[in-house]
């Protein structure tokens, strides 16, 4: 599996540079060997998680090692799904470093198996886990697609068109997947965060309100900033930089909770 | 067979003035005239002729270059009845590589008045497909044109040269692009009909845009014109309260003072639910005014922003052709390799033919000395013989073509011939 692991990492490291210099020199060949990497280390990627599940008999949401690693995985499988479907080339120099991060951080953490909790509501954990972690992935991607829109967005505004501006797409495409990424991701980290706080409260029998408050509220937070985006979209014509800007916001808060949580 | 000798001789609008240009300008009659004529020269073994309003440059295969570029210099002068000592001042004349790289950067765009713009390679096609028409053309100039095709079409792929849009109506096109997803659901309010401003609508028109509202001080002007754009006019008091309709406004008025206030858009924009509008201002003085550019989800450019895109693009496509040079140098190092290993097949057939014929000569000598083998016999000795020309020649024969691919292939072609006394 170590093999595998590392050529992940080097696989998304190289493809983030990759996709750097792709934004600078604008070539078919730089971007077609850019996604070749990212696919071949996805696909090794596949196989860690494929070996990691033999080993430890269950699926990779138990220890902070195999959180990450999914994490990472989910994100790179939807990248490379939007840069198939939507062809923007350069959300590769957003997304990957993302990846690449989680991966490298991945490598600091214990890999020592861990058995799954062993509850009566393992199904449950399951679901919980899962679900959040899609979900955050998504978030992830309006991040990094939110990043993209307030550089673009200034390009216009300002009327300083740099070098980026003819290589990264329109406003209204980078608003559209940014709506996309949240109304997928938002409710899934909805479902995520209420069979987490069911699980915990089925667990500890403990009432809603004895939770570990810091730990906690950075996570509501992190959730409000999104309900605003998902429902100003829907109901306040919320869009575009401000929708940019909560999406980043609402990320930043979302990785707070993840580290006060390890 | 010595190497084939490619020159040029022409004057384009960095030399000359138009004065002059146009006095040695060809039309087609005039060119398929003076090609017959240059065939005429024993000097002159192809020839094609490119003749726009920005040059006039006659590309030729040639005995000798020198003579060549004379000959051509002197055609030119004769045929245009001017003094080549008037001439001579603007000509420039090229020969082998030079030439080369000068036909690549023609067709790329990159020696154009405008850098990129794309009218030239379909002049330089029609003129090559002329003078293969004429049968002026053959294996050399062939290639060379089709290769310089090729490079055009590499230069504008896989550099930004002609990407950025150079114009104020086109410039206004790519910000609208970037703006909006593409144009097709989106809606164009024209506000005063100026020329410019009617440019710009149909440049938007042709990107897709489908609904085109008119308003004008006059209502037939604007009727008029909502006519030849296939839109609709509005009554000029009232096209405010439409304003939001619009995701793209064009104003051109001859207004003196602002038309379109921040509070107006600031309205128009609530009206949207924020999606977002891009005001073009062409007006001078300008009709909106330019507080709607800190409103959110709005975008206005007038005359000098846009003007400052068409500059900053100017500068891109000149970053762009840095690139393209790049492309052109490693083209024409390519095509030279070509022409190179043309001279390596003449010389290859040569050293095998004085081998074999060694090899012959030498066989039946021997042969000439065992009268008692049998015919069976005398053929396995000749099939000796030639076998060992094969084997000797195989691996210089490798070793010369793959030479000749590379930079210094002129050296081992000429120390080939020396050393087997080909050239004598």
């Known amino acids: 599996m170590i093999v595998f692991f590392n050529i992940s990492l080097v696989g998304y490291l190289l493809a983030s540079i990759i996709y750097f210099v792709q934004l600078v020199y604008r070539r078919q060949v730089i971007s077609n060997i850019a996604v070749a990497t990212v696919i071949a280390g996805f696909v090794s990627h596949t196989l860690v998680l494929g070996l990691r599940s033999q080993a430890t008999g269950h699926g990779p949401y138990t220890t902070s090692f195999e959180v990450a690693v999914f994490f ?41 198996v861990v058995a799954f909790p062993d509850t009566e509501f393992q199904a449950l954990l399951t679901l919980h886990r899962t679900l959040s972690i899609l979900g955050y992935a998504a978030l992830a991607m309006a991040f990094a697609v939110g990043c993209m829109y307030l550089i673009q967005e200034r390009q216009v505004k300002s009327k300083k068109l740099g070098m980026m501006f003819f290589r990264m797409p329109s406003l ?51 959730w409000l900033i999104y309900g605003l985006v998902f429902f100003g979209r829907l109901f306040v014509g919320l869009r575009g930089k401000r929708a940019a800007q909560f999406s980043m916001a609402g990320f930043a808060t979302v990785m707070l909770t993840y580290f006060l949580h390890v | 067979m ?74 030119l002068s004769e045929y245009h009845r001017i003094e080549l000592e008037e001439l001579e001042q603007y000509f420039y004349s090229y020969k082998d590589n030079e030439t080369v790289e000068h036909l690549f950067k023609v067709s790329s765009s990159l020696d154009s008045m405008v850098l990129g713009e794309a009218q030239v390679l379909g002049q330089v096609k029609d003129a090559y497909t002329l003078a293969r028409s004429l049968r002026a053309t053959g294996q050399i100039l062939n290639q060379l044109f089709e290769k310089a095709f090729n490079v055009a079409k590499r230069v504008r792929e896989e550099t930004g040269i002609a990407e950025s849009a150079v114009s104020i109506s086109s410039a206004a096109v790519e910000l609208a692009r970037k703006i909006f997803d593409d144009l097709e659901n989106h809606t164009v309010m024209l506000v005063g009909t100026g020329e410019m401003a009617e440019l710009a609508a149909k440049h938007l028109i042709s ?38 309709k619009a995701d793209i406004v064009i104003s051109s008025t001859a207004a003196p003072k602002f ?136 691996k210089p024969t490798v070793k010369l073509k793959k030479k000749t691919q590379a930079h210094d292939g002129h050296t081992y072609l000429k120390a080939i011939r020396e050393l087997f006394h080909l050239d004598d």
């Open chain 2, 259 to 394: 038309i379109i206030e921040r509070d107006m858009v600031d309205a128009a924009i609530r009206q949207r639910r924020n999606r977002p509008m891009f005001f073009i201002d062409i007006a001078v003085p300008r009709d909106i005014a330019p507080e709607v550019n800190e409103l959110e989800n709005v975008y206005l450019y007038d005359i000098d922003d846009l003007q400052g895109v068409v500059n900053a693009n100017v500068k891109e496509r000149e970053r762009e052709a840095e690139l393209a040079i790049e492309i052109i140098q490693s083209e024409v190092d390519k095509f030279n390799n070509w022409i190179v290993s043309l001279d390596a097949v003449p010389t290859i057939v040569e050293i095998r033919k004085q081998a074999e014929s060694s090899a012959l000569t030498e066989a039946e000598k021997t042969l000439g000395k065992m009268p008692h083998l049998s015919e069976e016999d005398r053929q396995t000795i000749h099939n000796m013989s030639q076998s060992i020309v094969n084997k000797i020649l195989h």
């Open chain 2, 2 to 75: 010595a190497a084939p000798n490619l020159i040029l001789v022409g004057v384009n609008h960095k030399t000359t003035p138009v004065e002059v240009r146009e006095k040695l300008a060809f039309n087609q009659d005039k060119i398929e005239e003076s090609t017959e004529i240059l065939l005429q020269h024993s000097e002159i073994h192809e020839n094609i002729i490119i003749s726009t309003c920005n040059r006039v440059e006659i590309y030729a295969r040639v005995d000798d270059v020198s003579a060549g570029i004379d000959c051509l210099k002197k055609f």
């Open chain 2, 207 to 244: 990107y897709g845009a489908k609904t085109i509202y008119i308003t004008s001080r006059t209502y037939e002007r604007a009727a008029a014109l909502a006519q030849t754009l296939n839109g609709s006019a509005l009554d000029f008091q009232h096209f405010r309260e439409d304003l939001h």
């Open chain 1, 72 to 112: 990472a995985w989910v994100l790179a499988g939807i990248f490379l799904f939007a840069n198939w479907k939507y062809q923007i080339k350069d959300l590769g120099a957003f997304v990957l470093p993302v990846v690449f991060l989680v991966f490298l951080y991945a490598t600091f953490l214990s890999r020592e």
């Open chain 1, 172 to 222: 209204e495409t980078l608003d559209n997947l940014n709506s996309r990424v949240i109304s997928i991701g938002f409710p899934l980290f909805t479902l995520g965060f209420i069979t987490g706080t069911i699980w915990n409260m089925e667990m500890t029998q403990h009432s809603l309100f004895s939770w570990n408050m810091i730990k906690v509220w950075p996570l509501i937070a992190g």
